[in-house]
């Protein structure tokens, strides 16, 4: 079974708004990732926030971890077009085998 | 320094035909994972090497599908015969210590025809 998922599952802005995805998850984890993903070409990883923060900032990025509610966000300032791209959440999970755990994703749209 | 390949980019194979996939990893990370994603869906976890062991193979479909990483460099992950549903992304990432962050390669798109 899945322990992220992201929604929306698609989103669609004007250049120069801001992007917020969701991350939920089910089990207790380490830490929790954010990957982009550009068509055609591998993740790339945007940020890491361990289970004892609750706020990382990276450039125009803002993530913000609820453990208590299992939920991260993604914020993405003063978008670009450059950010048109697929964004997955990953967890660590603390029980079970070591594994990162990655959900369907936010297709995000930027318009020029 | 390189990051993770991945090859080939693309294959496209009949039902029945045997493929190998490889991945080599950025050099000096002993973690080493292969996911699939199969279109609009997750990002599926398949194994975990650490070195040439298998940590975790639990996502590891069936026994048609068969991974190695032999002197734990690089890794090779095979489909024998493979079918319809074994089409998708088949991506390689690789980290130097468990908990940190991947690295990806850009995938093998594999298509069953």
């Known amino acids: 079974s899945q322990q992220g998922e992201e929604d929306p599952q698609a989103l669609s802005i004007q250049e120069g708004e801001n992007a917020t995805m969701n991350c939920s998850y089910k089990t207790s984890i380490n830490n929790l990732q954010w990957y982009r993903q550009n068509s055609g070409r591998g993740l790339v990883h945007l940020i890491l926030i361990r289970s004892n923060e609750r706020e990382k900032h990276s450039g125009r990025l803002r993530v913000t971890l609820d453990t208590s509610k299992k939920s991260s966000s993604l914020l993405i300032t003063a978008s670009r077009a450059a950010d048109t791209a697929s964004y997955f959440c990953?967890?660590?999970?603390?029980?079970?085998?070591?594994?990162?755990?990655f959900g369907t994703g936010t297709r995000l749209k930027v318009l020029a | 320094e390189a990051g993770v390949t991945q090859f080939p980019s693309h294959s496209v194979i009949e039902k029945g035909q045997t493929v190998t996939l490889r991945c080599d990893p950025i050099s000096g990370h002993d973690n080493l994972y292969w996911y699939r994603r199969v279109m609009g869906k997750e990002i599926k976890f398949l194994l975990h090497f650490v070195k040439e062991s298998k940590q975790d193979e639990s996502g590891m479909p069936n026994n048609r599908f068969l991974a190695e990483r032999t002197g734990g460099t690089y890794s090779t992950l095979k489909v024998q015969p493979a079918e319809l549903e074994d089409s998708g992304v088949y991506f390689c990432?690789?980290?130097?210590?468990?908990?940190?962050?991947?690295?990806f390669g850009s995938g093998t798109q594999l298509s069953v025809l």
């Open positions: 990432a690789s980290s130097q210590d468990r908990h940190e962050k991947l690295f």
């Open positions: 990953a967890t660590d999970r603390t029980s079970g085998t070591y594994k990162y755990i």
